[in-house]
Structures are given as C-alpha cells and as structure tokens.
C-alpha cells in the first residue's frame, strides 16, 4: 500500500509538470534569435542577401551563405544553435554575388553564385554562372572544385538561383543574360535562361532562353531579372520571374527540353520590380516560388509570394498566389501580412515544408512604428496559403541606412521541426546576418503585436532543444527587474544543478544548463522570481 501511495504520488505530479508544460507551450513566447556572423563596420564588407539550406536528412546540418567581398560561410551542427565560420574559400575568378545555397537527399550542398573575369587590376561584370559542392557532414573541410555555366561573351549574366528535383535528381539554375548590361539601346534585350545539371554539379547543359518577352538591359522596371525555380512532384520545373508585363510564369514537364508556347502572367506588377521604401537603399517585387512536395492535402501546389506597392507607395505589402493545375491558372493574390492598411513590409521570403505542407514567410516589417524602425516577422499558413497568421520574431527593432545596400531579401528554410530564417539587420553602424530558432508547435499560439522587448508576463518561454542530449538552452521572461532563482531537480526531487541565483533585468534572458555529466531521464527546471513560480519538463537523452 505505501509503496502504491509512492506511485500514485508521483503520477501525479508527473501529470501536473506535463499540464503545465503543455499550458505554458500554448502562451506567448518569443522566439531565440542567434546572431549567424560577424558585425560588419567597413561598408564594403556588409553581408547582405543570406541564402540558407538544411540537410534533410539531418535537419540540425544546415549551411548559410552571404552576398558581399567577405569570403565566409557559416555552418551549424547543432541546428542553428552555433554557428561556425569558414572563411578565405578560393575563387576561380572573382566572386559576384548573389549566393544560393540548396541540399540534395543525397546528404550534399550546393553553393551557385556568379564570377567575373578580371582585365589586370579592373574586375569586369559578371559573366558565368559558378556552383560549388560539399558534403554536408564534412562543411568544416570547404567547397569541392567549381562548375560554370551561362559563359557567352561579352554577355552579362546575372542573378541566379538553382533547385533540385529530388524525382530526376538534377540541378536546375535559371538566370538573366544582358545583351549589355546598362545599355539604353532598343536592340540590347535581357532574357532568362536555364541550365540542367544531371551529375551533381559537375557538368552544365548549353544554357536556353526560356522567356517570350524580353526586357531591356537596364536593370530596372523594364528588364527580365530575379528568376527563380522550383521542382514538382512528379519532377515538373516551375519558374517565375518579374517583367515588363508583370509577374510571369513558366514550366517544362520534361526535365527542361520544351517549355510553353505562351509564358502565363499571374499577376499585375504595378510598382514594377523597383519601388521606393524609406529609409531602404532600393525595393523590389522578388517573386519567389515554392511548391508543396508533401504528401499532405495540399501535395502539388505552386506558390509564388512577391512585395508591391499596388495600395500606394506609403504601403508595400507582401502578396501570394497558387495555382491547383501545375501553374495554368492562378488565384487572386492573397495578402500574406495582416495588419492595417498604410504600413511597409519587404525583403520577403517563402519555403514550404516538404514534411506537411505549411508555409513559411519571412519579411520586414514596420507596422508597430511611425519611422523607419524595422522588425522582421514570419507569416505561416496551415491550410494551403488560404489564410496566414504573422508573428514577430525578430527581438528588437532596428533602422538600416538609405545609403547602405542590404540586399533585396531575406531567407528562410523550414523541415519538419527546422524552421530558420535568415535576415541582415543594421544596429550601431554595423550589419550582422541572424537567425531564429523557431518552435513549430508555439507559433501558432504566439502573439507579437506589442512594440517593447519587455515580456508582458513571467515564464520560461522555451527550452531547446526538448529532448537533448547535453546541453539544453533555457530561455525565459521577466516583465519586472526581480530576484531570480533558477534550479534543475531530478524527477526523484534531487537538485542537480542551480542555474541563476541573481538579480535580474525586465527583458528575455537566456542560460544554458550542461546535462553531459548527467544520466538520461527526466528533469525539472524550476524558475522563481518573487511570488511567481514555474516548473519546466526537460528530457535529457544520450
């Protein structure tokens, strides 16, 4: 009888710990942003346009990569957690820009952007399209030898970005080609072009236009440029691109041989893919699209998501339409941000996770100021882009320059329980690439409409990763400055470790507790701050 009272005891209170875990999972949180690379002070040095993959077959692999003269790349073994720089790759010629970096089911990752030439001491535009190769357990060890493709002197080829068809296991890369770049001449014509790789980046097909109207060369409303692709389920390649006509479509069904005869328009552009945004060096429409390959009740579905300014130039929104039928016909566009009219929101991003069909978008954000003060937010949609829900998940405002270039974009990639975001932010003079370690099962229930950091209640708003094997990132909220008491028992009751025992800011606070000496079970994380007391689930697994 005693030993069943032991028992019954400890169920229940096992049953009150996993309540109040579940209770707290559904409240407000703020999400864990982690500062991907270094600050930047030399203007000519600021990263810019961050482009970030994840190993799906090991989702804590994941590998970003930055525009600008700074040679790095940053990889994490840990899921975003850290962040290791790689620096000084070689090039074969002179780096461009415009890094695209995307994995195989092959346990690969492929990193495209462009090259120049150089004629002596002058680098001359860009004029071939490179793709680089590494194996995403060995990132520390650098990029294999380089392919090329899209060499057509004296052409300029530019802004790439690649897929990869996990059917027909090829590279697709779409990109524009200048007759001239710059050149106001009627006879010099920009056009999108595409190149297949069959072997994993090491040999190109002869590049081919796939656009029937062409643009100027003047890089601006007029011109054909910012292509992207994506693979379908059945090895169908989709591409978009923004033109003089507006948002534009193509396909292929047969690995890129034919295309249409017609290239389809999805939707008015009216802005053109360069607007005005205050306080931004430039704006721009970026369609990107994204194509559900899961098996869930929206498998096949086409997404295009781009910004515009079609409600006034004091509004840019960020927009999306699908397609049900492989791209022949398109919705009305969707508004993706969710707050009053008369706000900007840009440098937008789309990924669909392939694991069960959500949505993910990325964007900055300046509903909750009057200035340029900027936020950076994550819209995500559960029912095949119908509706979407936004979240703040950058933890402070920041206001970047007129005169500093920033990029175009941000970045995102989502797997399963990965989600991870990427963006350049400005703070004191300096540009840094981050990301945020995003809880799938809170976002939904998370609400970010308040402009103060400071929580609005006391609480351990998470702890990641649950379940880990050594060490266990504890976040928390204090709405007050308090006395702060932080413990770590065992499911028996015996304290094992103190974590915080201090006075405390009103702010989020992260500590990180180390488990490696541990045995694996089942732990408790208690916080106390004055009257306020909370328990926290932990499950330690080697």
């Keep these: 009888m005693k030993t069943w009272k032991v028992w019954k005891f400890f169920i229940i209170k096992l049953t009150l710990i996993i309540a109040l875990f579940v209770c707290f999972s559904n409240g407000a949180a703020q999400h864990l942003n982690v500062q991907v690379g270094e600050n930047f002070l030399e203007i000519a040095s600021y990263p810019n346009e961050p482009s970030i993959a994840i190993n799906p077959k090991n989702t804590d692999q994941m590998i970003v990569t930055t525009n600008g003269p700074v040679k790095n790349y940053y990889y994490s073994y840990d899921g975003g957690i850290n962040w290791i720089r790689a620096g000084n790759y070689s090039f074969d010629l002179g780096r461009w820009g415009d890094p695209c970096v995307i994995a195989d089911t092959s346990g690969n990752f492929y990193f495209l952007h462009l090259e120049r030439l150089r004629s002596g001491p002058v680098l001359l535009l860009p004029d071939r399209v490179f793709c680089r190769k590494i194996q995403c357990d060995q990132m520390a060890g650098g990029w294999t030898d380089s392919s090329y493709t899209g060499l057509n002197p004296p052409k300029m080829q530019d802004k790439e970005w690649a897929t990869y068809d996990l059917i027909n296991q090829n590279l697709y890369v779409v990109w524009s080609e200048f007759d001239e770049y710059g050149s106001p001449n009627p006879n010099h014509f920009s056009n999108i072009l595409f190149s297949r790789s069959a072997d994993g980046g090491v040999t190109w097909s002869q590049p081919t236009r796939i656009n029937q109207v062409s643009g100027d060369c003047l890089d601006g409303n007029n011109s054909v440029m910012g292509a992207m692709p994506a693979a379908g389920p059945s090895g169908e390649i989709y591409v978009s691109w923004p033109g003089p ?236 400055t308090s006395d702060v008491k932080i413990e770590v028992f065992d499911i028996s009751g015996q304290k094992v470790a103190t974590l915080e025992d201090r006075r405390k800011s009103a702010d989020y606070h992260t500590i990180d507790f180390d488990g490696s000496q541990l045995s694996s079970g089942i732990y408790l994380c208690r916080i106390q701050a004055g009257v306020y007391v909370e328990v926290e689930k932990m499950v330690l697994m080697k």
């Design 245 to 480: 006509d507006g948002i534009i479509f193509d396909k292929s069904t047969d690995q890129g041989q034919t295309w249409l005869a017609q290239d389809i328009i999805v939707a008015a552009n009216p802005a053109g893919d360069h607007y005005v945004i205050p306080g931004i060096y430039r704006g721009g429409s970026v369609p990107v699209i994204a194509c559900d390959l899961s098996n869930g009740p929206y498998r096949g579905t086409v997404y295009i998501n781009w910004s515009d300014q079609i409600n006034g130039s004091n509004d840019t929104d960020i927009w999306l339409s699908k397609s049900i039928d492989g791209g022949l016909t398109w919705s009305q566009p969707i508004r993706v941000n969710d707050d009053p009219p008369g706000k900007h929101q840009m440098f937008h991003w789309l990924s669909v996770d392939s694991t069960n069909g959500f949505l993910y978008c990325v964007f900055y954000d300046r509903r909750n100021y009057s200035d340029n003060q900027t936020d950076v937010f994550l819209a995500v949609s559960r029912d095949g882009g119908n509706t979407f829900s936004n979240y703040k998940i950058s933890e402070s405002p920041f206001i970047p320059s007129p005169v500093v270039f920033m990029g175009d974009y941000s970045n995102i990639a989502a797997i399963g329980e990965k989600i991870r975001p990427v963006w350049a932010r400005m703070d004191n003079g300096r540009v840094s690439v981050w990301t945020a370690i995003i809880d799938p099962n809170s976002i939904t229930y998370v609400s970010h409409s308040r402009k103060s950091p400071i929580p609005s209640e006391f609480g351990i708003s998470s702890v990641y990763p649950n379940p880990f094997n050594s060490i266990a990132h504890i976040r928390y909220g204090l709405p007050k």
